[in-house]
């Protein structure tokens, strides 16, 4: 090796995937020849012992001369993960329409329907992947790839022998974390009168008129009212879109597990597990929103707008000072129900099994000669079936809590114009009311402490 080593400085990059050969400047005379093997052992004598390049090995022993230094002697190979799996969607899930710069607030969204039997997205398995190797021979673990998690819900079904969903009734398609479920849609063609009465649906109700004060509307799906809704009660499993407005005259509920988008709302309630949406104003209401809040064109006057996430407004507040309140936070609600549904998973799983113990210790017993302990067997079958409904019910539940929640400290307050004096802003426990009308800023929790920034295009 020394008779190279004083020609040849080797170089090695720092992940240990290229080496390459230069000249040093030191020496000036002339080798007459190089032999492959001597390159070879040079090479492994300076640890190189993967992805040798046959082709620069056959340029230096036979045309050192020519060689443009420095020249690349092994490249090593590079580790290729392994690919999650990937549900494919052959149904088309989207609600969201276009939103350019033609974009209208009362374009609210698309409904996507399913024929039964149709199939709606393929279920693609991970791959492992491919291991690398640095040039030294270490090798470089792949990591594997992980499986894409998905559920057939309500009206799907999963079939194993074309890893594919299909529809088992025809109806609104839709996806709620990892479940896919069809839910059937039911119209009412006017304004809620006593012709229909109260709504209490599994699915998506769509409404071509008003709701008038005193009614209730419930939906596990969506709700879309063509009009507005007065002193009445909405309720959603997924999202609520109203064309007009909430006038609510302080009894006037919106509740929507996911978002709310709606022209305005006036003395109202409003609670959204997602975003909301206001074309106009809210005024003297009570909103809580997990997520977004969005008012880019009208004002918040007075009541209390809780969100988790961010709010946009243009004005906040009025010239007369009329308090108005906006929180961020998590809705202690949200942990309250979380830790009741903790409690009773744990009490259902506790009660699974001692029914398991039940049933084992019965099956040792001798039940073809003894009728009771047969009907006993049953009966233990019986429970233990119902239980694990109850425990997948639950359970479900508790995935729908556990999506994430804003936090305070990542939170923040846009106003487009003006925040008036009088305004109170909290984050999480810190509190401050405006004393001086601020123009066109934002405001965040920084170490503990409400600050208004300037807000810049």
């Not at 590079?78 to 009362?106: A, E, M, P």
């Not at 988790?308 to 809705?331: P, Q, Y």
Request: glycine share 8%; net charge negative; charged share 30%.
């Amino acid at each position: 090796m020394g008779q190279l080593d004083d020609i040849f400085q080797v170089t090695i990059s720092k992940d240990k995937m290229v080496a390459q050969l230069d000249t040093k400047e030191q020496i000036e005379r002339e080798i007459s020849s190089i032999s492959d093997e001597e390159i070879r052992q040079f090479l492994r004598d300076h640890r190189i012992l993967y992805g040798v390049m046959e082709e620069s090995i056959s340029q230096l022993s036979s045309n050192l001369s020519e060689i443009t230094f420095p020249i690349t002697v092994a490249k090593g190979k590079q580790v290729k993960h392994g690919k999650d799996g990937v549900l494919q969607y052959i149904s088309d899930f989207t609600t969201d329409i276009v939103r350019d710069c033609n974009w209208n607030f009362r374009d609210v969204m698309r409904i996507p329907t399913v024929r039964k039997g149709e199939k709606i997205a393929e279920l693609y398995d991970p791959s492992e992947g491919e291991c690398g190797y640095t040039i030294d021979g270490t090798k470089i673990a792949a990591r594997p790839g992980r499986p894409a998690v998905v559920k057939a819900g309500k009206n799907v079904v999963y079939r194993e022998e074309d890893q594919s969903f299909y529809a088992a009734s025809e109806g609104q398609l839709s996806k709620v974390d990892k479940w896919i479920q069809i839910q059937p849609v039911f119209e009412v063609e006017e304004t809620l009168s006593m012709k229909n009465g109260n709504l209490d649906f599994v699915g998506t109700i769509i409404i071509h008129g008003d709701v008038p004060t005193g009614y209730t509307v419930k939906a596990k799906g969506d709700v879309k009212i063509f009009g507005m809704v007065e002193a009445a009660t909405v309720i959603a499993g997924g999202s609520v879109y109203v064309s007009e407005g909430l006038a609510g005259q302080a009894k006037g509920t919106i509740k929507a597990d996911e978002s709310i988008k709606i022209g305005y709302i006036n003395q109202g309630i409003a609670v959204a597990g997602q975003d909301l949406y206001v074309e106009n104003s809210i005024l003297h209401s009570n909103c809580t929103v997990k997520g977004h809040v969005f008012c880019q064109k009208g004002n918040i006057i007075g009541g209390a707008l809780s969100a988790g996430k961010s709010i946009e407004a243009k004005d906040i507040g009025n010239r007369l000072s009329t308090e108005t309140e906006i929180i961020f936070g998590v809705d202690k609600s949200i942990e309250t129900k979380e830790r009741q549904l903790q409690e009773k998973k744990k009490e259902l799983e506790d009660t699974l099994s001692k029914l398991r113990i039940l049933g084992e210790k019965i099956k040792q017993r001798d039940i073809e000669q003894n009728p009771k302990l047969r009907i006993t067997l049953l009966r233990q079958k019986n429970s233990w079936n119902k239980t694990n409904e109850q425990l997948e019910e639950v359970t479900l539940q508790l995935d729908k809590l556990n999506s994430s929640i804003g936090s305070e400290h990542y939170a923040e307050l846009i106003v487009r114009n003006y925040i008036f004096s009088n305004v109170i802003v909290a984050f999480g426990k810190y509190r401050r009311i405006i004393k001086d009308n601020q123009h066109f800023v934002k405001m965040h929790l920084v170490d503990n402490e409400i600050v208004i920034y300037p807000l810049f295009e």
